[in-house]
């Protein structure tokens, strides 16, 4: 994975414009976070509109994904609105852009808005669902900033530097901050 997310990282640099290897010194000491993602069998039906996994973004520049075939499972949205399933494909990952990777771009690139839906009711026990992900985040003193290629004098940048690290943490302390407020 971590090679995978290598070349992925130099093919979207030559896709900026940039050496391909411009993010070589930026994730050669990466703070990647490997996950295993259990939806157990729900032997109850869900409570309507609930979700496995409700609407998010991930934190990182990348995370990719192995899902397994179970029926149910992710989905993105598109531009329109609309949710898309994602399709299974036995021998193939799934790539997600992270909001990191949206500031690196200053937006040019947008982090992809995804959830986990429940399965159909028939599939009963054969609703367990297991996936791993690959939550790839840069070194943790990588610089984060609006790339060249990215800013032009009627688009500037949008965002402050950061660093890998304060980004992951800010979005960390964020999402608590979240938690804390619903329980008082």
């Known amino acids: 994975m971590e090679g995978l997310?290598?070349?992925?990282?130099?093919?979207?640099a030559l896709a900026l414009g940039m050496d391909e290897h411009f993010f070589d010194d930026k994730i050669d000491r990466h703070i990647t976070n490997f996950s295993m993602l259990?939806?157990?069998?729900?032997?109850?039906p869900p409570l309507p509109g609930q979700l496995r996994a409700g609407a998010h973004t991930d934190y990182g520049s990348l995370t990719i994904v192995k899902p397994d075939g179970a029926e149910g499972g992710l989905q993105v949205r598109a531009k329109d609105g609309s949710w898309l399933d994602v399709p299974h494909l036995p021998e193939a990952?799934?790539?997600?852009?992270?909001?990191?990777?949206?500031?690196?771009?200053?937006?040019?690139?947008?982090?992809?808005?995804h959830r986990v839906v429940n399965p159909p009711r028939a599939a009963g026990e054969g609703a367990r669902r297991l996936s791993m992900a690959f939550f790839h985040q840069p070194n943790y003193d990588a610089v984060i900033q609006c790339l060249p290629t990215c800013a032009e004098p009627g688009?500037?940048?949008?965002?402050?530097?950061?660093?890998?690290?304060e980004h992951v943490w800010m979005k960390i302390n964020k999402?608590?901050?979240?938690?804390?407020a619903a329980d008082a």
């Open 5 to 12: 997310a290598a070349t992925l990282i130099r093919i979207f």
């Open 38 to 44: 259990h939806y157990p069998p729900q032997h109850e």
């Open 93 to 113: 990952f799934v790539v997600n852009l992270g909001d990191l990777m949206a500031e690196w771009t200053n937006d040019r690139w947008v982090s992809t808005l």
């Open 155 to 165: 688009r500037p940048p949008r965002y402050m530097k950061t660093t890998s690290g």
């Open 175 to 180: 999402h608590r901050e979240v938690e804390h």
